[in-house]
């Protein structure tokens, strides 16, 4: 196994760290644990290991329903709930 003998350091946002870490520790890692495994996702497939996007969530369902990657059908109130907890950063 290579030792670990580089860092990175990098500044964020201090609420988007705790958001982050929270999700993260109901996922049983830790943030040093996910840039790793982030980047060795990108050496293994040299492609990001997420979808970055510009699109609205809005722009984004109706490219999924034009594409086809639409599995079910979501009642009106169930879809309001979820983007209620969107970020509005």
């Known amino acids: 196994m290579p030792t670990k ?9 201090s609420e988007l ?5 929270q ?3 109901k ?3 830790d943030l040093s644990t996910y840039i ?3 980047l ?3 050496n293994r497939t040299h492609d990001l290991p997420f979808k970055p996007s510009a699109l609205s969530p809005l ?5 999924d329903v034009k594409a086809g990657r639409v599995t079910k059908a979501v009642s009106l109130e169930d ?8 970020p509005t950063n």
């Open 23 to 25: 999700d993260l520790e």
């Open 36 to 38: 790793i495994m982030a």
């Open 27 to 29: 996922m049983g890692l």
């Open 59 to 63: 722009e984004e369902a109706l490219a």
């Open 79 to 86: 879809y309001l709930k979820e983007v209620k907890e969107y």
């Open 17 to 21: 760290k705790a958001s982050v870490q």
């Open 5 to 13: 003998d580089s860092t990175i350091s990098v500044r964020i946002d």
């Open 40 to 42: 060795k996702a990108v």
